[in-house]
């Protein structure tokens, strides 16, 4: 039995697969997607405030808790709710079953809002394919109109164009860190190869919807004249850029054991951030540089 949906179908996501599946039990949900073990969990809130980077937004959503995208710098590991699940990052996904819900009976006028999905979490990451939560959440916020950056690695974004043609105000981020697929396999290992991204911002920017480029953190790259190159055939005019840190600070503690490293295998210095940077600034039309990149749409 397919689980996929048709996007017509208005029925809330578990109300659809337990229908679909003939039952009411939450068998149909996967509890495992490769390395990642999928579980599912009640959360008390969906719509929040955020702090520190992403402070000018007015709300964050996370659909999910955890990453099966598992990149070696993501400092959102240092916000995983113990130790353990810190060291694993990347290996579990929590799906928040009653977001959804949790958005319907929400209260808060959003029209207008900054709106940032997502600032912990990929929105598109493998699970969301099966379970379109995410999808779910867009369909509702459609209705409120709030100004919407969304942020992924995830080529599955472009399965959503028809939605995000339907806000007044949004725009979709695409990561995309190196030109090379040596770099991204060892940083990324877990997400989608680099050309496969830029098709998918390209179709995205293609449809009419606003589109950015994030190199967040810009990673080593091999040849930065035929990176920008890249960049500028996908369409998008917007871009962002910053630098890797392996510090404490926006990238905290809990990531920097596993890219450090790596890092210094590459011998990627700010020297050679700053070099590559200066390409981009040269070659594309509209580069903004880290938090300042990031202001809400
Ligand atoms: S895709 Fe984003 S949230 Fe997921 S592991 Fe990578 S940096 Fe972290």
Redesign the pocket.
Known sequence: MPLRRDHSDPLPLFVHLAEANGSTSPTHRPTRLGLAVIDYKEVSGILTKPKGFMAGYDFTINPYSG?A???A??Y??SFAPDERSADT??RWVTVKENALDLLKRSRRDLRGKSVYISS???PY?PVEKQLELTRDILRELIHHQPRLVIQT?SPLVARDVDLFKQFEVAQVNMTVTTDSEDVRRAF?PG?PGNQQRLEAIAEVCAAGVQSCITMTPLLPVVDAEGFATRLLATGVKRFIVQPFHSKKGQFAAGTKDTATPLIEQYNWTGAGYIAVRDVLRRRLPQLGEGKDGFAPV
């Open positions: 990453c995208f598992g990149c710098y993501c959102a590991a990052w990347g912990v979490t990929d990451q690695r990324e997400c």
